[in-house]
């Protein structure tokens, strides 16, 4: 969790979007984000907390894709730095 926005990742979450990716809650608001790219798979942030989002992505991508193998295994995944 960073500036209000908690960062979700969900074990065997490669049903629905087979592309490795995040959820993200801000408020009511909430959306899916690709690792990948940043881009919106589903949902809505408000645009200041959504690039607050995809730079954080782009800052830990290899460490998200790091996680997402393990939780799509349904293994542990490691903590994140939030962004500062």
């Given at each position: ?8 990742m969900y074990f065997y979450d490669n ?15 909430e959306a899916t984000i690709a690792i ?49």
């Amino acid at each position: 969790m960073f500036y209000g926005i908690l960062i979700m990742m969900y074990f065997y979450d490669n049903k629905k979007h087979h592309s490795p990716h995040i959820h993200a809650e801000f408020g009511d608001s909430e959306a899916t984000i690709a690792i990948e790219d940043g881009s919106i798979l589903g949902g809505s942030l408000p645009p200041s907390k959504m690039k607050l989002v995809q730079a954080w992505i782009e800052i830990h991508k290899e460490d998200l894709l790091a996680n997402w193998r393990l939780a799509v295994s349904g293994e542990p995944v490691f903590k994140i730095d939030p962004l500062r």
